[in-house]
């Protein structure tokens, strides 16, 4: 669980900026997933214009958005929607001034996270935790495997595409073999194995 219980006495009034948030964000997310694990910025969600921006993928893959003091609540109910058919687990991590306001626009599995500006070094407390997503939906899911992934999955399954299959016949293809859960394991196991060294689009893996 990202972040812990603080008394209103320990918060600090200086304002966080995204990059520090976000990179508190992924050490604190990091360290509490299982292994393997990786952690992706601006994650590019299929279907819809969105990116979020912290992705973790351990056994499952969670998604972070970040709102600051600097930021509105404008998109959020979009993004939420987006990020719902991909996500096992989704939060919202943003300052406190925000905390009321999305709490009561949020689905109540989201996880809502409070940000404990403490100048370049923020931390975090935690106002509700994110339970599982049941809504993940499979045709969206499946289109974040890139065409060698996806022939690579079937192939494993004993179902080797034709060579000239398109990308969309062998997602589809695949729909029809598996089960959510098996379909999951596929995308984390592709995500996992992308060389770091290679431009990640529609996903960005963090440095350092």
């Known amino acids: 669980m990202i972040g812990r219980p603080l008394p209103p006495a320990l918060e600090n009034p200086r304002v966080a900026t995204e990059a520090t948030v976000r990179h508190r964000l992924r050490d604190e997310a990091l360290a509490s997933a299982g292994w393997p694990s990786d952690a992706v910025y601006e994650f590019w969600v299929p279907r819809s214009n969105e990116r979020a921006d912290v992705v973790v993928i351990s056994t499952d893959m969670s998604g972070f958005e970040i709102k600051t003091e600097r930021d509105t609540l404008k998109r959020l109910s979009r993004q939420a929607a ?102 999951k394991e596929a995308v984390r196991g592709a995500l996992l194995g992308r060389d770091p060294d290679v431009a990640r689009i529609p996903t960005r893996r963090f440095c350092g």
Do not use: K
């Not at 939060?91 to 989201?110: F, Q």
């Not at 045709?139 to 065409?147: A, K």
């Not at 999955?153 to 179902?159: E, I, Q």
């Open 82 to 183: 987006a990020y719902a058919r991909v996500f096992d687990r989704c939060s919202v991590v943003l300052a406190e001034r925000h905390v009321a306001a999305a709490t009561e626009m949020l689905p109540e599995w989201w996880g809502v996270v409070a940000i404990v500006s403490e100048g370049m070094a923020p931390s975090f407390r935690s106002v509700r935790s994110a339970a599982p997503n049941s809504g993940v939906d499979p045709e969206t899911l499946v289109r974040l495997l890139w065409r060698q992934e996806v022939r690579a999955v079937l192939s494993a399954l004993g179902s080797e595409p034709d060579p000239q299959a398109s990308r969309s016949s062998m997602w589809q293809h695949l729909l029809g073999l598996v089960e959510l859960d098996r379909l």
